[in-house]
């Protein structure tokens, strides 16, 4: 099946601060969504985007399906944007499961 | 209603007991799916169905684990004789379109406890 990874895995920035996190995948895919675990366990849609740019506030992320990866943007931080991370694909031209396929997440931690 | 409503939100039980996930997915929504995410993980899929019928099931460990839509609206995921590695959040999401094209929308989870 199709592989996910994430990085940085941990990252730890001051309120204030911009961050881009990075989703790298196996196969050609034709969606791709970002969600964020927020402190108390909801999962929280924030783009589903196969390809392109979208923003959203203080949010963008970008899509370059033909290199397999995906970058989400933070500008500006804020202390409620800390929890995890998630892109997540679903099955490429290779085939697999039909359900999304997650990464590990990135573990973001925005101090005061 | 407005989400993917999902119940109980969390389950304290003893193992060697079943248990039932419920799951009411977004109205209209074609496709529901099931994911389990265990502590400092990203959910893993279990099953899916489009309408009442279900499609894949190859994500459900083992025969202790199944799941049915007979409406092709509201889900049951049953936990047959409980084991302590059962623990863990299950989330439902539901999607207008069927297959793995469509945007996912998640449930706030059922956290489950297997003493």
């Known amino acids: 099946g199709i592989q996910v990874e994430q990085s940085p895995p941990d990252l730890i920035l001051q309120e204030g601060a911009n961050s881009t996190l990075r989703c790298n995948f196996s196969?050609?895919?034709?969606?791709l969504q970002w969600f964020h675990q927020n402190p108390w366990g909801q999962l929280i849609n924030l783009f589903y985007?196969?390809?392109g740019t979208k923003q959203n506030g203080r949010l963008s992320a970008t899509t370059v399906a033909t290199e397999r990866y995906s970058l989400l943007y933070i500008s500006s931080s804020q202390t409620t944007d800390s929890g995890v991370y998630f892109c997540?694909?679903?099955?490429?031209?290779?085939?697999?499961?039909?359900?999304?396929?997650f990464g590990k997440g990135t573990h973001l931690i925005i101090q005061p | 209603g407005a989400g993917v409503s999902q119940s109980p939100r969390y389950k304290v039980t003893k193992r060697g007991q079943d248990v039932a996930l419920r799951c009411d997915p977004i109205s209209g929504h074609v496709s529901l799916y099931w994911y389990r995410q265990a502590l400092g993980q990203g959910p893993e899929f279990l099953t899916y169905?489009?309408?009442?019928?279900?499609?894949?099931k190859s994500g459900l460990p083992n025969d202790r684990f199944s799941a049915e839509r007979p409406e092709g609206s509201i889900s049951t995921l049953t936990i047959q004789r409980t084991e302590q590695r059962d623990s863990a959040m299950y989330r439902c999401a539901s999607s207008l379109s069927p297959g793995a094209a469509g945007e996912l929308f998640f449930g706030e989870g059922s956290r489950l406890t297997v003493l």
């Open positions: 169905f489009n309408y009442e019928a279900q499609q894949d």
């Open positions: 985007i196969p390809s």
């Open positions: 997540a694909v679903p099955p490429g031209s290779g085939g697999g499961a039909d359900g999304l396929t």
């Open positions: 196969d050609s895919v034709n969606n």
